[in-house]
Structure formats: C-alpha cells, structure tokens
C-alpha cells in the first residue's frame, strides 16, 4: 500500500524547535518531489516547502524562510521538516505529500499537530 | 503571485442534487486540481490538470475550466460527498483556493 506515516510535532515553547519526519511506503520516495503543507484547524491550506527528488532544489513560504528546512534521506525513504525560530503563526496540522502528475499531491500523511505555548 | 478565490464559501444542497464550485485565478493557471477533506481526514485529490480524474475517483467528479476560471461539478451528491473543497494550482509553489464547504440541506 502507497502510504505516507508522519511522526514528530507536539507542543513546544516559542523560539523552540521541533523535527517533522515522513516516512514513504509502497513507494520509492526518490521518485518524488515532496511538500509539506499546513492547516490551522477550521482554516485553509498552506503550502510550507517543497524538495525536488534528489534533494538540490528547496524552496519556502516567504512565512518560513530561514527557519524551516526541509530534507530528504532517500536511502531511508524518509522527508523531515526541521522547524526552528517557532512561533504562535506556525501552529496548526502539518502535512506532508508527494508531487505527480505535475506536482499535484495524490498521497498525503496523516498529519501532524504542532503546538506552540509557554 | 498567483491567488485563488473559490466561491461560494458555503454550499447547501440535498442528496442527489448537483454541486458546482467555482475556483478563480488572480492570473492564468495552466495546472489547476481538485481536492476533497473531511473533518478529521487528510485532503484527497480528486482531480489534476484542470480535468483529469485521480485515481479512483467516481465519475459523478468532473472539472472543467482553463485560464482563469475552473469548476468542479459533482453531477449527484452522495452522502459521502459532503466535504470541504479546496482548488489548488499544482506546481512548484502551489497556492491553495480558500475551500468551499458542501453541506446538508
């Protein structure tokens, strides 16, 4: 079965940091680009990041930009989202997917909460 | 960059009827797809490339639209169908529409 499974998130102080994982099964992620997205409960989605398949092209929300990094162990099969610098605005349901049929997102995680509170 | 506005924000209607969402784009839009949520649930891609069906998608799903202005027509609605509806120009730096919510009459 073609499956995204994400760990990471919970609750974090502001200015913390928190690793966002993503393991792919029942495909080679190497195939891919990958995203990640957000949702605030109630609200849209957002785009956060993609990576392309090897890895050499990023690109981040301007609302991220140098302080979220997105990378990918292909070896492992597995995308992370490194998140630093938290803020209140970063809270919400982090997704992350995989690009095709020209980067349209056909396999989803299941998402993962991330909570940012003194 | 490119905004999509989806219209309307809410959209009630009873089983059987049928449903049309609209997506409109700031500029054009050469990919634009569909996705289906459910509360609780992960997005679905419903459809891509403005009018091409995912993967086991029910036909009852159809879009339409080129440029600026797309549609989703769902021709019947089926109790699972009731949902949120977002648009989304796929690419590399893919916004999302707002979503319109299909609800119960």
């Known amino acids: 079965e073609v499956q995204l499974v994400q760990s990471g998130g919970g609750l974090v102080q502001p200015g913390g940091s928190l690793r966002l994982s993503c393991a792919a099964s029942g495909f080679t992620l190497s195939s891919y680009w990958m995203y990640w997205v957000r949702q605030v409960p109630g609200k849209g989605l957002v785009w956060v990041s993609y990576?392309?398949?090897?890895?050499?092209?990023?690109k981040y929300a301007d609302s991220v930009k140098g302080r979220f990094t997105i990378s990918r162990d292909n070896a492992r099969d597995t995308l992370y989202l490194q998140m630093s610098d938290l803020r209140a605005e970063d809270m919400g349901v982090y997704y992350c997917s995989r690009g095709a049929f020209f980067h349209a997102l056909d396999v989803w995680g299941q998402g993962t909460t991330v909570t940012v509170s003194s | 960059e490119i905004v999509l506005t989806q219209s309307p924000g809410t959209l009630s209607l009873s089983p059987g009827e049928r449903a049309t969402l609209s997506c409109r784009a700031s500029?054009?839009?050469?990919?634009l797809a569909w996705y289906q949520q459910k509360p609780g649930q992960a997005p679905r891609l419903l459809i891509y490339?403005?009018?091409t069906r995912a993967a086991g998608i029910p036909d009852r799903f159809s879009g339409s639209g080129s440029g600026t202005e797309f549609t989703l027509t769902i021709s019947r609605l089926e109790p699972e169908d009731y949902a949120v509806y977002y648009c989304h120009q796929h690419g590399r730096s893919p916004p999302f529409g707002g979503g319109t919510k299909v609800e119960i009459k």
């Open positions: 990576i392309n398949n090897d890895g050499g092209d990023t």
């Open positions: 500029q054009t839009v050469t990919l």
């Open positions: 490339g403005a009018s």
